[in-house]
Every structure is written in C-alpha cells, then in structure tokens.
C-alpha cells in the first residue's frame, strides 16, 4: 500500500488565489511527522512546512500552512495569495517512527508529486 | 552558510560503466541522506548516515551500489555496473541530527545511463 498519496498530478491556479494541495497517508505508528517539499524546475528540494502527529495547531509559515486531519489521515498544503514564483512541483513526505524523544530513525517516504502551475 | 554541495551536477554512461557521486553537507550536519529520484516519482531514500555510521540502507541495491562517509563529514555514493534503470537524478540531503525536522538538500546529479 501506498504510504504517501498525492491525487492530483497537476493543478492551476491564478495568481493572487489560494490553492490547495491533496496529501494523504497510511501509518499505524503513533508518532510521525508530516513534510511539504518543493521542488522547482532546478531540480532542489525545499523544504516549506512541518507537522507532527502531535501537534493539536496546524502548522503555519508565511503563505503555507497545513491542514492536518488526523482522523481521516490527510494532511494537504495550503498556499494563499498563490505567485508567479510558486510554480514548481510539490512534494508530500511521512517520518514514521518518532521516539518520545523526537528524534527517530524513520526514514523519509514521499509522494508522487503534484505540479503546481501559476497563471498570470 | 553554503549549501549542500554535489558534484557532478550531470553524468551520461554507459550500461555496465562505474560512476561515483560526491556530496558536502552542510558544515556540522551529523546525519546524511542520499535519494534516488527517478523522473515522475518522489525521491526515494537510499541510505542515511549518522555520522560516519549506516543508519538505514534497507533499499540500497548493495550488488551495485555502495556509499561511504569515512570521516563523517563528505560522502561518496558508488554505482557499479550500472544498469539503464539507474538513470534518475541522486540527491544529498543534510540534516543538523537524524531527528531534525529540516532536511537541507543539494541540486542533485543527474545520471543519464545508456
């Protein structure tokens, strides 16, 4: 089974607009953390935002912020006042494994990526 | 602080030819991942490295690939014979400790097998 599901291969939207992007995941572990990458046509992954399993606020940065579902295992990346520069492919990742610590051994498993088109 | 640095950035070989990629990570990074990202699909982790020790290199094709980080701090990823599926770009990530929540990566090299 898939650990990481991204549905949409590809979205559009106008500049200016907020977009949502679909992010869903299959863990039984308690503990794990939820990651958006993006990745532009350079071809470097950048990180955008974080969620832990325990966080009870969705995560938030700048423009991006993180609505986590836990119930129904989604956790999609919101982008508002979408720009030009925002155009890239975009990357949903699990860290399973977490110890109580925080720290852990898990390994990252992305999704298959969704590729982010911003119209003028 | 500078990046995370490979080299090279492109690589064209042919089947059953060696090729070795090289990674810095960023100064004071312990913990160091290579992936494999075949074109249309996320990266796939190959082997982590927590200082100069494997961490996880469960999906590491170890009869052709190998790596090593023998001073913990710049590592080499080895591919020997490599096979036209090995075309994909090899990316380094970097992060502070294995529990960081941010992995830096650098720009990757693109490996062109025919």
């Known amino acids: 089974a898939q650990k990481i599901t991204q549905t949409q291969p590809g979205m559009f939207v106008q500049e200016k607009e907020a977009v949502t992007l679909d992010c869903t995941y299959d863990?039984?572990?308690?503990?794990?953390?939820l990651f958006w990458y993006k990745q532009p046509s350079s071809g470097e992954m950048i990180f955008l935002i974080y969620?832990?399993?325990?966080?009870?606020q969705n995560a938030t940065e700048g423009r991006y912020s993180l609505n986590f579902q836990k119930a129904r295992k989604s956790a999609n990346l919101v982008i508002s006042a979408s720009q030009l520069g925002d155009s890239a492919m975009y990357f949903c990742?699990?860290?399973?494994?977490?110890?109580?610590?925080?720290?852990?051994?898990?390994?990252?498993?992305f999704g298959q990526g969704t590729i982010l088109t911003v119209h003028p | 602080e500078a990046g995370v640095a490979q080299s090279p950035r492109y690589k064209i070989i042919e089947k059953r030819q060696s090729v070795a990629f090289w990674c810095n990570p960023i100064?004071?990074?312990?913990?160091l991942y290579w992936y494999q990202q075949i074109l249309g699909q996320g990266p796939k982790l190959l082997i982590q490295?927590?200082?100069?020790?494997?961490?996880?290199d469960s999906q590491l094709p170890k009869d052709r690939f190998s790596a090593e980080r023998l001073k913990g701090v710049d590592s080499t990823l080895k591919i020997q014979p490599a096979k036209l599926e090995d075309s994909a770009v090899y990316l380094c990530?970097?992060?502070?400790?294995?529990?960081?929540?941010?992995?830096?990566f650098g720009p990757g090299t693109r490996l062109t097998v025919t």
């Open positions: 990530a970097s992060s502070l400790r294995t529990g960081s929540h941010e992995q830096y």
């Open positions: 863990t039984s572990d308690q503990s794990y953390g």
């Open positions: 969620q832990g399993s325990y966080d009870e």
């Open positions: 990742a699990m860290r399973e494994g977490l110890n109580a610590g925080g720290t852990s051994y898990g390994k990252l498993t």
């Open positions: 100064s004071g990074h312990a913990t």
């Open positions: 490295f927590q200082n100069n020790g494997v961490v996880d």
